[in-house]
C-alpha cells in the first residue's frame, strides 16, 4: 500500500488549501481514509476521517475543513478553508483497513506528508 500526499503550501489566514491523498489498494472502497496533522513541537493529531460514506472531523476544524474521496481515482481530498495559523503543520494522509479511527496508533500505512504554512 502506497499513499502519496500532495496540495500543501503557504497561505494567509483566512485562505483555503486542498490537500490530496492518492491510495494504492483493492480495498480503498472499504478503507478507512484519514488526514492527521502534526505541529512543530507537538504530538501527531487527528484532523479528519472517512469511511464508508461517513465523516468525523475534529472540533478544531469542523466546519472549515471537508473530507472527502474519489473511489475511482483512489483519492482523498481534504478542502481547507478559513485557515488559521494555528492550522500550520505537515499534514498526513493515513489508511486503514476496517472502519475509521482517530487514533493514530490504529493506522499501518502513511504518507509522506504535506507542509501547509499559515500566516497571519
Not at 56 to 76: E, H, L, W
Not at 108 to 117: A, E
Request: charged share 20%; glycine share 10%.
Amino acid at each position: 500500500v502506497q499513499l502519496q500526499a500532495f496540495g500543501g503550501g503557504s497561505v494567509q489566514a483566512g485562505g483555503c488549501l486542498r490537500l490530496s491523498c492518492a491510495a494504492s489498494g483493492r480495498t480503498f472502497s472499504t478503507s478507512a481514509l484519514s488526514w492527521f496533522r502534526q505541529a512543530p513541537g507537538k504530538e501527531r493529531e487527528f484532523v479528519a476521517t472517512s469511511w464508508i460514506g461517513s465523516t468525523r472531523y475534529a472540533d478544531s476544524v469542523k466546519g472549515r475543513f471537508t473530507i472527502s474521496r474519489d473511489i475511482m481515482k483512489n483519492t482523498v481530498y481534504l478542502q481547507m478553508n478559513s485557515l488559521k495559523p494555528e492550522d500550520t503543520a505537515v499534514y498526513y494522509c493515513a489508511k486503514r483497513d476496517g472502519q475509521f479511527s482517530q487514533n493514530k496508533d490504529d493506522y499501518i500505512y502513511w504518507g509522506q506528508g504535506t507542509l501547509v504554512t499559515v500566516s497571519s
